[in-house]
C-alpha cells in the first residue's frame, strides 16, 4: 500500500497511528487459551468483545476494596463508590465528546438505553391531558407525544433491538412504522428520503454501524432532513463506538446508544446519551429509588437527568469498569484502532475472495464498512460452518444475527459472520479461510 | 472434539439425498391431513411437516424447510421411520429419539427402533445442536396431535 504515492500535503499512510497487536494481544488473558485442541482464534468480536486485564483488575478492585452503593451514603466506602461511579460517567461523556457529563445515562445495554426512549414517548403520549411533570412546556412535550398519524422511521438493516421496540411502540400508540429498505449492496437506500422522513415523522431511529453488513451509514443527509422537519435522530451506535472515533457534537444526533461489552467493558453496562435538553424534557420510565426529586404519598416530582432515568441500584462495578476499558481504548487510540480494522477488513475481503463458492452480503470494499463480514459458503448451511470451524478453534457466529430482516431481504435463512477487533490479526483470518475449506470438504 | 462423531456419514447421506422431501397432499381423500410449522428462533431454522393418516397409521409423513445439516437430515430419518407406522408404535419411536436427544450422549440407542436415527447420538453431545436435531420431530409431534393421532401421552387426542 505504501508504494502508491500519495500527494504531499494529503495524508500519508504513514502517518496514520499504529500499535503493536502482539502487546496489546497479551492484555487479554482469555487469548492465551485453547479450543478444541486450537489455538483460539476469536472472530466475534460484533457479538461480544474479549476483556484486557486492565478492566478485569479494576472489576475486581472495585468489589474488593470500594464496594457500596452510590449517591446515599455519607461513608468513606460509599464516598468512594459514588466517585469511581461518576468518575466513570465524565470519563463516557469525553469519550463520545459530550457537552455534559449529564447527558451520559448509564443503562443495562444498548437495548434498555433504546426502550427508555420508546418507552418515554409512550409515557409522553398515555394521556393527552396529563401534564408530565418533568417537562417544562407544552411545545417540548409534543416532540414526545406519538399518535394516530405521526410516523417512527427506521431501516431493513437494524437489529431486532432497534425495530421490535418501534413496532411495540406503534401499536401503542397508533403510530406508524416505516422504514429505509437496503441496496443490493447493502447499502442503506435513501433514495426515497424526503417522502420517508416527512413532518409527520416523530423520530427515525437508525443503526450507526450494522452489525450483520458491516456497513458504515453515512447519516449527515438523514440528519438534515430530519432538522428539517423536526424530528428527533436516534442512532443506534452499538457497533460504531467500539470501533472508530465518535462524537456526538460532530455526529448531530439526538439520542445515542452503546453497550459496554463490545468494547472491552463487562456485560451489565450501556449507555443512552441524548441532548441535555431532550433528556430534561422526557418523562420519566422506570420509577424507583434514586430517579426520584421528592415523593409523597399521593405523586413524586423527579430528578433530574442522568439520575430520572437510573431508577434503583445501578450496574456500579460494571460502570467503573466500563470506564477503565474507555481508558484503555483511549490509551491505544481509536483512530489506530479504527485504521487497524479497515486493513483487517481489506485484508479479509481478499482473502475471503479467494474461497471458491463464497458469498459476502454488504460491501465487498473496504470503504463505508466496518470489520465486520457475513457471508454464505456455497448452500452450506451457517451451523454447519460455525461447527467445522469450531473444531478447529475458529469461533464465528452464525444464524440471523437478531436482524432477520437483513437475512430476508439478502433470501437466505441465516449468515456466518466473522468480526474483527484491536486484538484480532491476520494470521487468524488465515485461519477462517482454512477452517473454511475444511468445511467445504466435509459438505461437498 | 471430534467433528465426525457429529457429522456421521449417515447424517450427511440424509442431508445430501433427503427421503421424502416437499409436501404432499393425501392419496387416499378420505384421510386425515394436518401440519405444522416449526422455527428455531436461535437460528431462524424453519420445517413444516405434515402428516396425513387414516386415523390409525401415518400413510404419509412429509416436510418442507430450510436449516442445517442436522435439521435436515433428521426430517429425513424421521420420514423414513415413521411413515407407514401406527401411531402407538410411532409413539414409541418418538419417545427413544426425544430420549436420545435429551441424554446428553450418556443415553445409548436401541438401532432396532431407531433405525438411522442412532447417527444422532453423537448430536446429544452438542448442546447448541439437539433443537437442531429435535426441530421436525417436534413439528410432527404438533401436526400428529392436530391430525387428532398423537404420538405422545402429553398430546395424545
Same mark, same amino acid.
Given at each position: ?6 500527494? !504531499? ?19 487479554? #488473558? ?28 479494576? &472489576? ?12 446515599? *451514603? ?31 445515562? +448509564? ?5 434498555? !438505553? ?6 418515554? +414517548?409512550?409515557? !409522553? ?5 396529563? /401534564?408530565? /411533570? ?16 405521526? =410516523? ?24 406508524? &412504522?416505516?422504514?429505509? #429498505? ?12 424526503? =417522502? ?8 427515525? *431511529? &437508525? ?47 439526538? +439520542? ?23 433528556? !430534561? ?23 433530574? /437527568? #442522568? ?36 486493513? &483487517? ?29 457475513? +457471508? ?5 448451511? #451457517? ?62 | %472434539? ?43 431454522? $424453519? ?18 424447510? %430450510? ?12 420420514? $423414513? ?14 419417545? @427413544? ?30 448442546? @447448541? ?29
Amino acid at each position: 500500500m505504501t508504494s502508491l504515492t500519495i500527494p !504531499a500535503g494529503m495524508p500519508q499512510y504513514d502517518d496514520v497511528p499504529r500499535f503493536d497487536v502482539a502487546r496489546v494481544r497479551a492484555d487479554f #488473558p482469555i487469548l492465551d487459551r485453547e479450543v478444541n485442541g486450537h489455538p483460539l482464534v476469536y472472530l466475534d468480536s460484533a457479538n461480544t468483545s474479549h476483556k484486557p486485564r486492565q478492566v478485569l483488575d479494576v &472489576l475486581h478492585e472495585h468489589y474488593a476494596l470500594h464496594n457500596a452503593n452510590v449517591s446515599r *451514603s455519607v461513608h468513606t466506602l460509599g464516598t468512594e463508590a459514588t466517585e469511581a461511579f461518576e468518575g466513570a460517567r465524565a470519563k463516557v461523556a469525553a469519550f463520545v465528546n459530550a457537552p455534559s457529563v449529564d447527558e451520559v445515562v +448509564f443503562t443495562k445495554n444498548s437495548t434498555e !438505553a433504546i426502550n427508555i426512549v420508546a418507552y418515554a +414517548f409512550s409515557n !409522553a403520549s398515555l394521556r393527552a391531558d396529563a /401534564p408530565a /411533570p418533568a417537562a417544562p412546556s407544552r411545545e417540548t412535550d409534543d416532540r414526545f407525544r406519538l399518535g394516530p398519524g405521526d =410516523e417512527i422511521v427506521i431501516s431493513e438493516m437494524e437489529h431486532h433491538s432497534n425495530l421490535v421496540p418501534w413496532q411495540l411502540l406503534a401499536e401503542r400508540t397508533g403510530a406508524t &412504522l416505516r422504514w429505509f #429498505p437496503l441496496t443490493e449492496q447493502g447499502r442503506l437506500d435513501e433514495s426515497g428520503l424526503a =417522502e420517508l422522513v416527512t413532518e409527520r415523522t416523530k423520530i427515525v *431511529s &437508525l443503526v450507526h454501524v450494522s452489525n450483520i453488513l458491516g456497513t458504515v451509514n453515512a447519516t449527515s443527509r438523514i440528519t438534515q432532513r430530519v432538522r428539517e422537519v423536526g424530528a428527533l435522530l436516534l442512532l443506534d451506535c452499538s457497533q460504531s463506538v467500539p470501533h472508530m472515533p465518535i462524537d456526538v457534537v460532530d455526529l448531530d444526533a439526538d +439520542f445515542i446508544v452503546f453497550t459496554g461489552h463490545k468494547m472491552c467493558g463487562p456485560t451489565g453496562i450501556g449507555v443512552l446519551w441524548g441532548r441535555g435538553e431532550l433528556l !430534561a424534557a422526557m418523562p420519566p420510565v422506570y420509577g424507583g429509588g434514586s430517579m426520584i426529586e421528592t415523593v409523597t404519598m399521593a405523586r413524586t416530582t423527579f430528578a433530574a /437527568p #442522568p439520575a430520572r432515568f437510573e431508577a434503583g441500584t445501578p450496574p456500579i462495578a460494571e460502570a467503573v469498569a466500563l470506564g477503565a476499558a474507555v481508558d484503555y481504548l483511549t490509551g491505544v487510540g481509536m483512530r489506530a484502532i479504527q485504521w487497524h480494522e479497515k486493513e &483487517l477488513t481489506a485484508y479479509a475481503l481478499d482473502a475471503l475472495a479467494t474461497v471458491p463458492g463464497l458469498r459476502v452480503f454488504g460491501p465487498t470494499v473496504p470503504v463505508g464498512r466496518g470489520g465486520t463480514i457475513s +457471508f454464505a459458503l456455497g448452500d452450506i448451511h #451457517p451451523h454447519d460452518v460455525g461447527q467445522v470451524l469450531d473444531s478447529l478453534g475458529v469461533q464465528v457466529r452464525v444464524g440471523h444475527h437478531c436482524a432477520k430482516p437483513v437475512c430476508s431481504r439478502f433470501g437466505v435463512p441465516a449468515m456466518t459472520r466473522a468480526s474483527f477487533y484491536l486484538y484480532t490479526t491476520t494470521e487468524e483470518i488465515d485461519a477462517l479461510v482454512v477452517g473454511l475449506e475444511q468445511a467445504r470438504k466435509v459438505f461437498d | %472434539m471430534q467433528l465426525d462423531q457429529l457429522y456421521q456419514e449417515i447424517i450427511l447421506d440424509h442431508y445430501k439425498h433427503p427421503h421424502g422431501r416437499g409436501l404432499r397432499d393425501a392419496e387416499d381423500p378420505a384421510d386425515r391431513v394436518a401440519e405444522a410449522h416449526h422455527v428455531n428462533p436461535t437460528c431462524g431454522d $424453519e420445517i413444516t411437516v405434515r402428516v396425513t393418516t387414516d386415523g390409525k397409521v401415518f400413510t404419509d409423513i412429509s416436510y418442507d424447510g %430450510m436449516g442445517c445439516s442436522i435439521s435436515q437430515a433428521s426430517a429425513s430419518v424421521l420420514h $423414513e421411520l415413521l411413515r407407514g407406522r401406527a401411531a402407538d408404535d410411532a409413539a414409541v419411536v418418538h419417545e @427413544a429419539f426425544v430420549e436420545l436427544m435429551s441424554g446428553r450422549g450418556q443415553v445409548t440407542p436401541d438401532e432396532d427402533v431407531l433405525g438411522d436415527g442412532v447417527a444422532f447420538a453423537g448430536v446429544a453431545r452438542y448442546p @447448541a445442536r439437539v433443537k437442531c436435531a429435535l426441530l421436525s420431530w417436534m413439528a410432527f409431534k404438533d401436526a400428529a396431535a392436530r391430525a387428532g393421532v398423537g404420538v405422545s401421552p402429553e398430546v395424545k387426542a
